[in-house]
């Protein structure tokens, strides 16, 4: 291993690095998928040298996650399908029994 790789082990271990994390995870992700552009790459650079992402990308970005979140759940159905069509899965929830 090499000191970025130890240092980023060693940030992890922090319990305030759950955004780290998060955004390690999902910067894995995209740099498996071939979508993911050397151009993608360079803004992504260019926001954190900036140190700050504009409103108006911000709302825009929650706007293509949201159409992505709800393309992945449309395949996820099809392939898949519904588990019970008649309860909608946003309202179903599992109870909770306490024993004591």
């Known amino acids: 291993m090499n000191a970025p790789t130890n240092e980023l082990l060693l940030a992890l271990r922090a319990p305030t690095s759950g955004w780290l994390a998060a955004v390690i995870c999902a910067l894995d992700e995209a740099l498996l998928d071939h979508d993911f552009s050397p151009t993608h790459?360079?803004?992504?650079?260019?926001?954190?040298d900036a140190g700050e992402v504009p409103a108006s990308v911000s709302n825009a970005a929650q706007e293509r996650l949201q159409r992505?979140?709800?393309?992945?759940q449309t395949l996820?159905?099809?392939?898949?399908?519904?588990?019970?069509?008649?309860?909608?899965?946003?309202?179903?929830?599992?109870?909770?029994?306490?024993?004591?």
């Open 68 to 72: 992505f979140e709800e393309a992945v």
């Open 76 to 100: 996820h159905e099809a392939l898949i399908g519904n588990p019970d069509p008649g309860v909608d899965a946003g309202t179903a929830r599992s109870h909770l029994t306490l024993c004591a």
């Open 41 to 48: 790459r360079q803004l992504l650079r260019n926001l954190l």
